[in-house]
């Protein structure tokens, strides 16, 4: 499902956030096992076709959803199988991000977990 979404996102950033424009800002769902090299990847993109990356941290908001789709779908479940695991892959993609994004991209940190803030 996320992976739809994030697509159209990234295509829409590669097009309209150039120069001095940050117009789109894609969610990236932290609770995703996949999550940690996206961000990665992402990070990397911007830095070779010269785009502004927008990044929206996301601890977890389709968890229920996917973890049925994946059951439904009789594949192995893409969600991380504990908080802890999400709570690494949120903090180390914010981490990596802080670290390596270019000064004209953006980080959207959405977070109600005070240890992130801090």
């Known amino acids: 499902m996320q992976a739809s979404i994030e697509s159209f996102g ?11 424009q940050h117009i789109i800002m894609n969610g990236y769902q932290c609770y995703l096992k996949r999550m940690t090299q996206v961000i990665r990847d992402e990070v990397a993109a911007s830095k ?28 192995e479940s893409p969600i991380w199988d ?19 994004l270019e000064e004209d991209s953006m980080l959207f940190v959405a977070s109600h977990n005070q240890d992130t803030v801090d």
Do not use: P, W
Not at 63 to 69: H, K
Not at 82 to 100: D, F, L, R
């Open 48 to 75: 070779v076709l010269g785009y502004n990356l927008g990044i929206k941290l996301i601890r977890g908001a389709y968890m229920n959803e996917e973890r049925a789709l994946a059951e439904q779908g009789g594949f």
């Open 82 to 100: 504990s908080i802890e695991e999400t709570h690494a892959c949120y903090n180390e993609s914010m981490s990596h991000a802080i670290e390596n």
């Open 10 to 20: 990234q295509q829409l950033t590669h097009m309209y956030n150039r120069g001095d």
